[in-house]
């Protein structure tokens, strides 16, 4: 069965540096978009960043845009968010998710989700 396990969070400064990953193992990875998603305190889950099935393509979100980067090794079958100088706004649990990317530079997201990492960012 599909299985996505997210890795990598914890407590870090504003200004400070993260990285996340994403195991996934029950489908053929490389057929896939992947993306990250992201909900903070009271917040509605939001989309942070897809990346197309052979990497080629990649989309951020504006608010993480030149400081978040997603990636993807479709040998080990492992999705990364690297985030760069982090803001006590990026504080959320961020989860990965298995989709579709389309030509019109769209997410469109399947079932499966990751549990979660949590993210802090805080002084």
């Known amino acids: 069965q599909v299985q996505l396990v997210e890795s990598g969070g914890g407590l870090v400064h504003p200004g400070g540096s993260l990285g996340l990953s994403c195991a996934a193992s029950?489908?053929?990875?490389?057929?896939?978009?992947m993306a990250w998603y992201r909900q903070g305190p009271g917040k509605e889950r939001e989309l942070v960043a897809f990346i197309s099935p052979n990497g080629a393509y990649t989309v951020e979100t504006a608010s993480v845009k030149g400081r978040f980067t997603i990636s993807r090794d479709n040998v080990k079958n492992t999705l990364y968010l690297q985030m760069n100088s982090l803001k006590p706004e990026d504080t959320a649990v961020y989860y990965c998710n298995r989709g579709t990317y389309r030509a019109t530079d769209t997410y469109d997201p399947d079932i499966y989700w990751g549990q979660g990492t949590q993210v802090t960012v805080s002084s």
């Open positions: 029950g489908f053929r990875f490389s057929y896939f978009g």
